[in-house]
């Protein structure tokens, strides 16, 4: 929840924080996007736990992390304000695999997916918790309070993560190297068709995150009260999806919770064009959509941790990969779609949800 609060929060303040710096919106929000590109090289850092252990890599994350945070509170300028936005991304990059790879170690699969939901509730608390605090701490004590207080935060959660998780043993004498566990995972089918889902799942998000604004902007003229309220709805319907997942995906068995996931979004996807027309069906759409695309996101992955076990950080790594990708492919044809109206995005993050379940037929998966 801490690494996940600097991340989200960025987004509603960034207004204060260009004013707080004296910069224009323009120059942080390119920041913003350069950010964004870490995510497609940190395969190359989070794989590093498959090879020098969940530990090691773990720690150096949130070392990372604190240490961007610490540049702003000592360096509060813009070009130091760029490097720690990346440092802080990369620190959350190398954070994120190894936990799942240290719990995918530990758990059975069985129980997997409910261990790895609470993890994730982490990213949605992050947005009804972290940043509200965050908000309260900018209003009392300035733009860098924020930073002050995660930066401290960071310490805690290194010294506590040092001394309550264990030493990694590797058994073997030879440890297979970064490039090799990458090797393995992209030579392996079943591995590609499951960082397919993760890709065509986030874009099939995208194309309605990028234009929901717009459209319930010029469609009710609510601009202010409307983005307040689908904010509320956003951080809900993600505590609710990884709340879902907790409860169900164990039960169901990870490959039919992610099929009832994409249909449940496809569905929801219906609900734009034809009861969007008022702003309670609106809304609703938006819950439900955001909602089991949650489920979806967070469900795929126990079934991940599982496909290439020898190189659990490694694929976990690239997962993360594969949402960038989907993110930046939804963002590239949003706006073109959107020109055409809701339907044509709606009926678009249909056939990507589709491409997505079909990538789910080629994956294999044991325990379900």
């Known amino acids: 929840m801490v690494v996940n609060t600097l991340y989200r929060m960025v987004y509603p303040f960034l207004a204060v924080f260009s004013r707080g710096m004296g910069v ?8 913003l996007a350069t950010r964004s590109l870490v995510g497609m090289i940190g395969p190359l850092f989070a794989a ?5 252990g969940r530990k090691l890599a773990m720690v150096l994350g949130l070392g990372l992390f604190t240490l961007g945070t610490a540049l702003v509170v000592f360096w509060p300028t813009v070009p130091i304000f760029a490097a720690a936005l990346m440092l802080t991304m990369l620190g959350k990059l190398m954070f994120d695999p190894p936990m799942q790879a240290y719990i995918g170690d530990r758990v059975p699969y069985a129980r997997r997916g409910r261990v790895l939901a609470v993890t994730e509730l982490g990213w949605s ?12 701490l900018i209003s009392r004590w300035g733009w860098m309070s924020p930073f002050w207080a995660l930066m401290l935060l960071g310490i805690i959660c290194i010294i506590l993560l040092y001394w309550m998780i264990p030493k990694d043993s590797f058994a073997g004498e030879q440890v297979p190297s970064v490039f090799s566990n990458i090797r393995k995972v992209l030579c392996f089918s079943p591995a590609i068709a499951g960082l397919a889902i993760g890709m065509f799942s986030s874009a099939a998000n995208e194309v309605i995150n990028l234009v929901f604004g717009v459209w319930m902007e010029t469609s009710f003229g609510l601009q202010i009260a409307a983005l ?17 997942v907790g409860l169900f995906v164990d039960r169901l068995g990870k490959p039919r919770a992610i099929t009832f996931g994409l249909l449940t979004n ?12 008022t702003l309670p069906g609106a809304v609703l759409g938006l819950f439900l959509f955001y909602l089991s695309f949650e489920f979806t996101l967070v469900s795929t992955i126990p079934m991940m941790t599982e496909i290439v076990p020898t190189a659990r950080a490694t694929i976990m790594a690239m997962n993360i990969t594969a949402l960038s990708l989907g993110r930046a492919l939804g963002a590239f044809v949003a706006p073109t779609l959107f020109a055409w109206g809701m339907g044509t995005s709606a009926a678009a993050a249909i056939v990507l949800n589709l491409l997505a379940l079909i990538s789910l037929r080629w994956v294999r998966y044991q325990g379900d």
């Open 24 to 31: 224009d919106l323009i120059v942080l929000s390119r920041l």
């Open 48 to 52: 590093i736990a498959d090879s020098r």
């Open 125 to 136: 608390l992050a947005f009804i918790i972290g940043v509200p605090l965050m908000g309260f």
């Open 228 to 244: 307040g309220a689908t904010a509320a709805v956003i951080g809900f319907a993600e505590l609710s999806g990884e709340s879902l």
């Open 266 to 277: 496809c569905l929801s996807a219906l609900i734009f064009p034809s009861f969007g027309q």
